[in-house]
Structures are given as structure tokens and as C-alpha cells.
T-cell receptor, first 113, second 112 residues
Framework: AQSVTQLGSHVSVSEGALVLLRCNYS??????LFWYVQYPNQGLQLLLK??????LVKGINGFEAEFKKSETSFHLTKPSAHMSDAAEYFC???????????FGKGTSLLVTP | DTAVSQTPKYLVTQMGNDKSIKCEQN?????MYWYKQDSKKFLKIMFS???????INETVPNRFSPKSPDKAHLNLHINSLELGDSAVYFC???????????FGQGTRLTVV
């Protein structure tokens, strides 16, 4: 089954520092991969997606992710953290059937002044 | 206009009651979903409907019954509510296959 593992349930960075959130996938076929963000008491918003086009994917709010097949990774980065980036981040992979997303356990990002 | 809307946003009810959560999408998508987010924020697929047809039915108690009257609506009915059903339930939609899913704001269900 397609699955993702997010390393680190909590990540803390200083405002202006690099953000790096890790995601590794397990897939028997070329995967569709996603990063979603969830702000408190809100739904999930898509940050970016990989659908087998360019391996470096740019998303909203200055985030990007690189698909590395050799490392089975899809890590999320942002050069400079803002206070407003504090949220829960989820990596997800499309299921075998293509009719669902399988989510990682999430990483809570804390941004300190 | 909200793309995927759920009602109610909050639902507090007693054990044993029956309740429904409604979901509507105005994106013209073919596929709709229900996800459950537990207290540790883990998101798990419950049901997936494509063109009103049930595609995915994960190991969910049969007290949970989805109903899709048309492509734009997917409601979730829960019978005999239990304490363990307390969670946030998210509705979502996408085109036929999941290239991007749009989520509603969630319904926080609390069973007391």
C-alpha cells in the first residue's frame, strides 16, 4: 500500500530561518505526492503537489518540495520562516486505487520570534 | 462561494444518539470523501464516492452510513454514537482521480 512517513512530529524554527519538514514515501508505482497545511480549527489547504512532472515543485506561500526517487523522499522547504507559517503540515500520497489520499501523521511547525 | 462546505461546524451530542453531517461541493468534482481526524491529528479515509457510487469503504463500523443523493452532496449519518466517535470529520472532493483534493472546514463531533 502507498504510505508516507513524516519524520519529526514537532519542528521549531526561528523566524527567518530555513524550514525543512521531512517526508518519505513507500510506493510500488510512481506516486502522486502532496503537502497540505492545516491552520488551527480549519480545514486542509494544498501547498503543492508532485504528479511526475518536474521533480522540484513550487507551491504557495514560498514553499517548495523536491521529489527524490533514489531517497524515496519529498521534503518540504521554505528559505525563511514567517510567524504565520506556524501550523500543522501533512504529507500525503495517493492510494493504490487513486480514489483516496493516505496521510502522514503530521508535523507541527512552531515559529519563534 | 465556499468550494466544499460542511454543516454543522460543531456538534455536541449524547451517547446513543443518531446524527448527520452534511457536505456540499460546488466545484463540479466527480469524487467526494469523508476523512476522520483523531485527537492526535491523524487523518484517515473513511469513504470515497465517485459519481454517487461507493468506491472505498475502509474498516469503519456499520453505524456510519454515507449517502450521496447527487454528485455535489455526500452526507454522513452516524447511528448509536459512542464516545470513541468524537473527532473532527472532514469532507473533501476531487476530480475522478486524486490529483488534488479540496477539503471542507471540518465538523468537530463531541460525544458526551
Amino acid at each position: 500500500a502507498q504510505s508516507v512517513t513524516q519524520l519529526g512530529s514537532h519542528v521549531s524554527v526561528s523566524e527567518g530561518a530555513l524550514v525543512l519538514l521531512r517526508c518519505n514515501y513507500s510506493s510500488s508505482v510512481p506516486p502522486y505526492l502532496f503537502w497540505y497545511v492545516q491552520y488551527p480549527n480549519q480545514g486542509l489547504q494544498l501547498l503543492l503537489k508532485y504528479t511526475s512532472a518536474a521533480t522540484l515543485v513550487k507551491g504557495i506561500n514560498g514553499f517548495e518540495a523536491e521529489f527524490k526517487k533514489s531517497e524515496t523522499s519529498f521534503h518540504l522547504t521554505k528559505p525563511s520562516a514567517h510567524m504565520s507559517d506556524a501550523a500543522e503540515y501533512f504529507c500525503a500520497v495517493s492510494s493504490n486505487s487513486g480514489y483516496a489520499l493516505n496521510f502522514g501523521k503530521g508535523t507541527s511547525l512552531l515559529v519563534t520570534p | 462561494d465556499t468550494a466544499v462546505s460542511q454543516t454543522p461546524k460543531y456538534l455536541v451530542t449524547q451517547m446513543g444518539n443518531d446524527k448527520s453531517i452534511k457536505c456540499e461541493q460546488n466545484l463540479g468534482h466527480d469524487t467526494m470523501y469523508w476523512y476522520k481526524q483523531d485527537s492526535k491529528k491523524f487523518l484517515k479515509i473513511m469513504f470515497s464516492y465517485n459519481n454517487k457510487e461507493l468506491i472505498i469503504n475502509e474498516t469503519v463500523p456499520n453505524r456510519f452510513s454515507p449517502k450521496s443523493p447527487d454528485k455535489a452532496h455526500l452526507n454522513l449519518h452516524i447511528n448509536s454514537l459512542e464516545l470513541g466517535d468524537s473527532a473532527v470529520y472532514f469532507c473533501a472532493s476531487s476530480q475522478e482521480l486524486v490529483t488534488e483534493a479540496f477539503f471542507g472546514q471540518g465538523t468537530r463531533l463531541t460525544v458526551v
